[in-house]
């Protein structure tokens, strides 16, 4: 049996399943572009785009491995993914168990691979190796040839980025793109359409997005606040008040990790500004910053 008919195994094989959830596209010019984790998690949420492009996904996967892509964290992050994306707690179970089955196959090659074992049915596999479920960590590069680390259930992270850089613009990008359920911005202003078309991304796989800005900037020539939301649904709201500034620059995704810092949302920002920027998932700082916008987004008009 293929590695295709076991996941379909998994998920009630196929056309005879009751409901069928919507994959979004990924091109593999896109996917082209990704950080293995990335590539990974976001093929297998698009796995029609994928298997429509099958050569081309196999390409970008195979120079992945050529590289020296540490295979028994693919295979975590794999695991972690259909479980996260079966619809109930049999698909979830069977996810598991099938990748546990691969891993076992696979286990004469590359060291030999064992996964963790879930001694709970009421914690997933994503528990059991302390990873992020909702997937963050998994899209930041790691580094070759090195052994996967032991990991504490609180796997609480700190980074930092700096501009101009393409490379920090791009863990922006990222960042914006593991939102699932919530994406709260609150920035100074929005001219970048790099970050624009993220953003509308989210909203289009079914994010609650909601925008808070300053009043006077939302004028400015190159704005994108307004255009995204009469072209895309996105509500936003402004400070209101001429005499002082919105002046936060910061975004929470789902609740659980925050982006901030003084970079501004700009293609000046972005290219030419010297600016500094932390990333992170302690569970305090994400509650105080969602607090923070939701007391904003109600004193806002």
């Not at 796995?47 to 050569?55: D, E, I, R, Y």
């Not at 195979?62 to 619809?87: C, E, F, M, P, W």
């Not at 064992?114 to 930041?140: C, I, K, L, T």
């Not at 600016?275 to 700082?285: A, F, L």
Request: charged share 20%; hydrophobic share 35%.
């Amino acid at each position: 049996m293929s590695l295709s008919d076991i996941i379909s195994a998994c998920f009630g094989g196929g056309s005879n399943a009751s409901s069928e959830r919507q994959a979004p596209y990924l091109s593999a010019d896109d996917a082209a572009q990704m950080p293995l984790e990335v590539f990974v998690q976001r093929s297998l949420e698009s796995a029609p785009s994928a298997l429509g492009q099958s050569n081309a996904f196999c390409d970008i996967f195979r120079k992945h491995i050529k590289s020296g892509a540490n295979t028994a964290y693919v295979a975590q992050v794999v695991q972690d993914s259909l479980t996260r994306l079966a619809s109930n707690d049999t698909d979830r179970a069977a996810a598991q168990w099938a990748c546990q089955i691969l891993a076992l196959a696979a286990q004469s090659s590359a060291g030999g691979y064992h996964p963790p074992q879930v001694q709970d049915q009421n914690h997933s596999y994503a528990q059991a190796v302390g990873s992020d479920s909702a997937g963050w960590e998994m899209q930041q590069p790691q580094q070759h040839h090195k052994p996967p680390q032991p990991q504490a259930k609180s796997d609480v992270y700190v980074r930092s980025y700096f501009f101009p850089s393409e490379e920090s613009f791009n863990a922006l990008v990222q960042f914006l793109d593991s939102a699932q359920s919530s994406l709260d911005i609150c920035v100074f202003n929005i001219t970048d359409n790099g970050i624009a078309n993220a953003i509308i991304a989210a909203k289009r796989r079914g994010v609650d997005v909601r925008i808070i800005t300053d009043d006077e900037q939302l004028k400015c020539k190159g704005s994108d606040v307004e255009r995204l939301q009469e072209d895309h649904g996105i509500p936003f709201k402004t400070d209101n008040d001429p005499s002082k500034f919105m002046h936060s620059k910061f975004a929470v995704i789902d609740q659980r990790a925050v982006w901030c810092g003084s970079y501004n949302w700009t293609v000046a920002g972005r290219r030419y500004n010297n600016e500094s920027v932390i990333c992170t998932n302690d569970p305090e700082t994400a509650h105080a910053f969602s607090s923070e916008f939701n007391n904003l987004w109600n004193q806002f008009s």
